[in-house]
C-alpha cells in the first residue's frame, strides 16, 4: 500500500508544481523555472545561472551571476513564449508582469482545471493498478481481505482526489482575485 501512497503524493507534487507555472496576478520565481539558458553549450535552467527575486508584486528582478549572461537569459525569456517582455536593466533583467484581463483570468483557471483533472485521472490510474494487483492475489488472499484492501484504496483515492480539489479551489481563487 505504501507503494502507492507514493504514487498518489507523487501525482499531488506534479499538480503543484503544474500550478506554480500559471501566473495569477503575483510575481513567482516559478514562472521561469522552465526556461534554459545557453550556459557555456549547456542548456540550464535561469536559476542555476541568476538569482530570480521579486522586487514588487508585479515584477521579477533577474540577477546573472556573469555579466555576459544577460543578453542570454534575455533571449530565452524572450524566445519561451509565456506572455513576458524582459527589460535590459544594466548587470540584470526586470520582467513586469501585465495587468490581467477577466478574460486571461477566465483562460487561466481553465487551464488550472485542466491539470487538475489531469492529476486526478492519474491517481484513478494509480487506483486502477493497485486494484488490478489486488486482484491477482486473491488466490493467496481471502475474497474478504481483498475487498477490504480495495476498500482501502479506494478511500485513499477519495482522500487524494479531495485534495486536488482543495489544491484548484485554492488556485482558482487566487486567479480570480482582481
Do not use: C
Amino acid at each position: 500500500m505504501s507503494e502507492y501512497v507514493q504514487k498518489m503524493e507523487k501525482a499531488i507534487e506534479a499538480t503543484q508544481r503544474e500550478f506554480s507555472k500559471i501566473r495569477a496576478g503575483q510575481a513567482s520565481p516559478a514562472i521561469l523555472n522552465e526556461i534554459r539558458v545557453d550556459y557555456y553549450g549547456t542548456m540550464t535552467p535561469i536559476s542555476q545561472v541568476a538569482k530570480i527575486t521579486v522586487p514588487e508584486p508585479r515584477m521579477l528582478l533577474v540577477s546573472p551571476w556573469e555579466k555576459p549572461m544577460v543578453d542570454a537569459i534575455d533571449k530565452a525569456i524572450q524566445a519561451a513564449n509565456i506572455g513576458l517582455t524582459p527589460m535590459k536593466d544594466g548587470n540584470s533583467i526586470r520582467v513586469p508582469l501585465p495587468i490581467l484581463t477577466a478574460e486571461r483570468r477566465q483562460e487561466l483557471a481553465k487551464a488550472a482545471r485542466k491539470h487538475a483533472e489531469e492529476g486526478r485521472v492519474a491517481i484513478r490510474n494509480i487506483r486502477r493498478e493497485a486494484n488490478d494487483n489486488l486482484k491477482k492475489k486473491e488466490k493467496e488472499l481471502s475474497e474478504d481481505a481483498v475487498k477490504s484492501q480495495m476498500d482501502e484504496v479506494q478511500k485513499m483515492t477519495d482522500k487524494y482526489i479531495a485534495e486536488i480539489d482543495r489544491i484548484l479551489q485554492e488556485k482558482e481563487s487566487d486567479i480570480l482575485k482582481v
